[in-house]
């Protein structure tokens, strides 16, 4: 292969500008096999370091796609790479394991290298967005960064009504363009939030590291003995409720034997009646806990759930609450994609985008 070009403007000029006419010929069979069914290429389209013959765009790494043609003059190949005026004669297989993918029409390849034009899947937003440096007099130099990603940002974000129902492939590709255009914003405005953010979050986490053992080890100690506190207090709460029972049981026992005793017409003279039973000793107290520092703490009876015994019951009482209806749902989707039949649910083929 040719390491100079200086005849690739004539040979060019003859072999581009005649494409037209030659693009129907055996030499082309590769190319128009890949324009037609590029899913192919790399199967049944064999690549090998061999460039072939046709039209393509490449897509460096981060700027826009740009065309190439590729082509051969005897024992030569060269190609073409880029847009006039700044179309740029390269070396034919240096480009061609990056283009090989992409094959476009000699129509499409002609109305952007030549013309100038956008590509006809990319989206005139994205396409409006696609500037350089500031040139003199642009006023945009005078306006920040995040400015000038917020206006991009907004522009993007309203063409998103020109997509809400997608009709073509075309629109399509245009759509994806679009996608594609708010991904690289947004991965340029977390770049820059990041790096803004950085020095905050790196002092945060040197604040962090000699403080927050300090708050843990001591909330740790406190939680322990809310617990010890709890579970003395949970113990006089019950003996309390075990004492309120007993004199509840004494006091019907008494009330019956007060109602028998009235109904009975032959008891010579009524029996003295039981005393009632004491009331009991005040063992819980729901109020606070009190030391002689600090503050004191507030103690309240309340009934906790503490353990399931009919589950069957409780799903029939829960089975319409939206945050479990959310949770099986989640559930259900799990199941399904590790390979389970899951009853209950409808499922139908979608195509996702990544």
């Known amino acids: 292969m040719t390491d100079t070009f200086e005849s690739i403007g004539d040979v060019a000029e003859r072999v581009v500008r005649n494409t037209q006419v030659t693009k129907d010929v055996p030499r082309w069979a590769w190319h128009t096999a890949a324009l037609a ?22 897509k460096s790494k981060d700027g826009p796609w740009e065309p190439v043609v ?12 880029g847009i006039e005026p700044s179309r740029k004669a390269i070396r034919a297989d240096d480009v061609w394991t990056f283009c090989c993918r992409y094959p476009v029409s000699f129509e499409e390849y002609e109305r952007v290298a030549e013309q100038g034009a956008e590509w006809s899947d990319v989206d005139s937003v994205v ?13 945009s130099g005078d306006r920040s960064e995040s400015e000038m ?63 927050q053992p300090l708050v843990k080890d001591a909330k740790s100690g406190a939680d322990t003995l809310r617990g010890s506190l709890e579970g003395f207090e949970s113990a006089k709460l019950a003996r309390r409720r075990a004492e309120e029972e007993a004199a509840r049981k004494a006091a019907q026992e008494a009330e019956k034997a007060r109602e028998e005793q009235e109904q009975s017409f032959l008891a010579p003279e009524p029996a003295p009646l039981p005393e009632p039973a004491p009331a009991p000793a005040e ?7 009190k030391g002689a520092y600090g503050k004191a703490a507030n103690v309240k009876a309340v009934v906790e759930v503490v353990e399931i015994t009919d589950i069957d019951a409780l799903f029939g009482f829960l089975k319409t609450h939206k945050e479990l209806v959310a949770k099986m749902f989640d559930l259900a989707k799990r199941a399904h994609s590790a390979g389970h039949t899951v009853p209950g649910v409808r499922t139908e083929e979608v195509a996702k985008v990544r």
Not at 37 to 58: C, D, H, S
Not at 70 to 81: E, M
Not at 127 to 139: A, F, I, L, T, V
């Open 37 to 58: 069914n590029p899913k192919q290429i790399g199967k049944t389209l064999i690549v090998t370091t061999t460039p072939e013959e046709g039209w393509f765009r490449t």
């Open 70 to 81: 590729i082509w051969q003059d005897g024992d030569q190949w060269f190609a073409l790479q």
């Open 149 to 211: 990603l917020a206006d991009d940002i907004k522009a993007s974000l309203d063409q998103l009504r020109q997509y809400k129902a997608i009709k073509t492939d075309e629109e399509a590709g245009k759509a994806q363009s679009l996608r594609s255009r708010l991904l690289e914003l947004s991965r340029k405005a977390d770049k820059i939030r990041e790096k803004l953010v950085r020095p905050h979050l790196d002092a945060q986490q040197a604040v962090n590291a000699e403080w």
């Open 127 to 139: 396409h409006s967005q696609r500037r350089g440096p500031p040139k003199p007099g642009d006023n």
């Open 283 to 289: 063992t819980f107290v729901s109020g606070q806990v």
